[in-house]
């Protein structure tokens, strides 16, 4: 097999400034949950560029111009941002490892992918182990020292339910009774529009994603597709502050990993369209999916299923758009 061709410079210079862009949404989470965010985001690092080197070897491509392209950098510090803090080492072994292999080099490697590879590595262990991906932190986080005992599996004197705590999509997805006003005064999941935090985090994602915007690292169809659908559907199936609520529009834009979605993951230019038709129905399909499955779904946050979905509709997104811009031309 032929060497790869140096990597455009381009390319790196994207990926710099996306994970430039990630550092308010990072420090937030790591002042709302502490050291949790960071370890994973190491483990993550070193998974994803280790395996990243093996599998270059293996395919006998040169490795110091592509480990350091910033694309499986890229590809960790999404899927650790995505992760619940403090899981367990393995579990973000698993997913990194499993992200590099399935979601990119199985397929060619940067430029070939058809799936976001850090989705897929996160669809993995969500499906494969969801009760560790349940445990979320209280927003106090954990000292150093305890966070490392709880990742690597030490005796720390915690149980789970010492530091976890539910989500609010979760708690309002299992929610039979309280009222919406009730939730937002008694469940200390809920902030005052959203998650408790969560709501910050979400905003620093927003700013990120407003910067790459500015910089235009990539175009604003699949962002505001997203957020719009996401808008206009729980609009449209917002039932008041009964508690058979399914939460306001503005609940559901700042919470979960909205914002990390919209402009992180449903942009990832190789697994998503070309054309900026296919790129606005993209992320509008995953805004309304993301939807579905957290109201009437399995799990509590349907934004990395719903982008994985979406990436099976491409093909058909970039035939529809060419043959209606057929149809209207002269």
Known sequence: MPPLEP???????????????T????????????????????LAAVTALAVEAVLLQLRKHPISANVWDGSALVTATLLA????PYCPWWLTVSAASFSMVFGKHLYGGVGSNPFNPAMLGFALVMVSFPQPMTHWPSSHGMDLLSGLQQIFGFDSGQSPDAWVQATALDSLRI???????????GNPAFGH??????????????????????????????????????????LLCWNGSGSDSNGSPLFHLLTGATMLGAFFIATEPVSGPKSPGARLMFGAGVGLLTYLIRTWGGYPDGVAFAVLLMNLCVPALERLVTARQQRIAP
């Open 7 to 21: 990597v455009d410079e381009r390319l790196q210079q994207a990926m710099k400034l996306v994970l430039l862009a």
């Open 23 to 42: 550092l308010p949404g990072m420090l937030t989470m790591f002042w709302l949950y502490g050291w949790g965010v960071l370890i994973n985001l190491i």
């Open 81 to 84: 941002l995505a992760l619940p």
């Open 175 to 185: 929610n039979k009774s309280l009222t919406m006003d009730e939730l937002f005064a």
């Open 193 to 234: 529009f959203g998650g408790r935090g969560v709501e910050w985090v979400n905003l620093a994602f927003l700013a990120g994603g407003v910067f790459l915007l500015q910089r235009r690292v990539f175009s604003w169809h699949a962002p505001v597709g997203m957020l719009a659908s996401l808008f206009v559907i729980s």
